[in-house]
């Protein structure tokens, strides 16, 4: 049996249990495969079916990371053995997003609570597990990020509509620059709900063992029990400002362009800013894909009214023609394979990418009469 995923039930009060999963490829930073996804998506149903559990932590293994992103090695590789310009005939593709985003809806739908520990690296496809969850927990040495624009991608996994929920305009910052953000800034954006201190976590789940559970039906109840708990847990660690509150004035006024070109050259003007963090977040964006800029902008306007479903159907569009184009592929080369971080990137600027380009990835891969992978979701 595969251990790429780890999962045990925990006996909780009056007579109930917890589901626990735990991520289980700390060696690659627990990042996502196929077969995880697959694996998750049936153990979370066959929780969601049992009486008995009522709530479902989900962790990674080690101390470094809950999810570093996607199985990118396995998708170049893919990328390389489809030589058709077909997006569809990408079958590794096709599979990986489609249960992929499908498990990160479920996560967002689940009919318990779901308790992600958020601890350590936390992006891409990380990102996708955790932001479903009902709760979300950080500590002192998590890091989130959505860098997508630095493999030329775009902040996927739900990533379009979350980040547009953001607090004024730091969800399109973050997109376009791939900034990553500490335990202080994933509360004040509300990308997280709680922070603990590391090291009590064991004791925090002996405690959500012992509390008066009620049976699922009762899921404010349940919900309620559990932010007891990690709000007396709150952490010591975690105190002040991130750079995002720091700043949100300026993200705010920099941000305000609609325009691509316009925008990419706002961002532009910090780096000279005295903030490292900012003059880091601009220089990210100036090495990374203008494609993937341009796509990133596009898809926060465009899905600004777009339901949770609507939004994983069009990134699934999205991703599969990212897949085929190329330069998916040279940003996985440039910074994984290569890693001469010398991304031949094309069309090579921002005014260079027409809105025409970016239609295409919008439209609908499939051949006629073959049904979208996620229609169901939007039924």
């Given at each position: 049996m595969s251990n790429v995923v780890l999962f045990e039930v925990l006996t909780a009060g009056q007579d109930f249990q917890l589901?626990?999963?735990?991520?289980?490829?700390?060696?690659?930073?627990?990042?996502?495969?196929?077969?995880?996804?697959?694996?998750?998506?049936?153990?979370?149903?066959?929780?969601e079916r049992d009486d008995k559990i009522v709530a479902v932590i989900i962790k990674g293994a080690g101390d470094k990371a809950f999810c570093a992103g996607?199985?990118?090695?396995g998708l170049y590789k893919a990328m390389q053995e489809n030589t058709s310009d077909n997006a569809w005939s990408n079958r590794t593709a096709r599979d990986f997003f489609a249960t992929e985003y499908r498990?990160?809806?479920?996560?967002?739908?689940?009919?318990?609570?779901?308790i992600c520990l958020a601890h350590g690296i936390v992006m891409g496809g990380g990102m996708g597990l955790m932001i479903g969850a009902s709760h979300r927990v950080v500590t002192a040495?998590?890091?989130?990020?959505?860098?997508?624009?630095?493999?030329?991608?775009?902040?996927?996994?739900?990533?379009?509509?979350?980040?547009?929920?953001?607090?004024?305009r730091t969800g399109k910052f973050l997109a376009a620059t791939g900034a990553n953000i500490g335990a202080q800034d994933a509360l004040f954006t509300g990308l997280a709900n709680y922070a603990i201190d590391y090291p009590n976590w064991a004791d925090i789940v002996t405690q959500l063992q012992g509390a008066a559970w009620k049976s699922s039906a009762n899921r404010r109840f349940n919900d309620d029990l559990i932010h007891a708990v990690l709000t007396a847990n709150s952490s010591h660690e975690v105190q002040g400002k991130g750079p995002v509150e720091e700043h949100y004035a300026l993200i705010n006024q920099i941000c305000a362009y609609q325009?691509?070109?316009?925008?990419?050259?706002?961002?532009?003007?910090?780096?000279t800013h005295d903030d490292a963090w900012l003059v880091k977040a601009a220089d990210t964006l100036a090495k990374g894909s203008p494609l993937s800029f341009a796509l990133a902008m596009d898809l926060l306007e465009q899905t600004r009214h777009d339901s949770l479903a609507e939004v994983f159907y069009l990134e699934f569009n999205v991703a599969l023609y990212c897949c085929v184009y190329g330069q998916f592929q040279e940003g996985i080369r440039a910074l994984l394979i290569d890693k001469d971080r010398k991304p031949n990137w094309q069309p090579a600027s921002v005014a260079e990418v027409s809105q025409e380009l970016i239609e295409h990835f919008y439209e609908d891969p499939m051949p006629a009469g073959e049904p979208h992978p996620l229609q169901d979701l939007l039924n």
């Open positions: 589901g626990v999963a735990t991520l289980n490829q700390a060696a690659v930073l627990n990042s996502l495969s196929l077969e995880m996804a697959e694996l998750l998506q049936k153990q979370l149903s066959a929780w996607g199985d990118l090695h498990l990160d809806y479920h996560i967002h739908t689940y009919s318990k609570p779901i040495q998590s890091r989130l990020a959505m860098p997508e624009v630095s493999i030329a991608l775009f902040p996927d996994v739900g990533g379009s509509w979350m980040l547009n929920r953001l607090p004024g325009d691509p070109v316009s925008q990419y050259e706002a961002i532009m003007q910090l780096r």
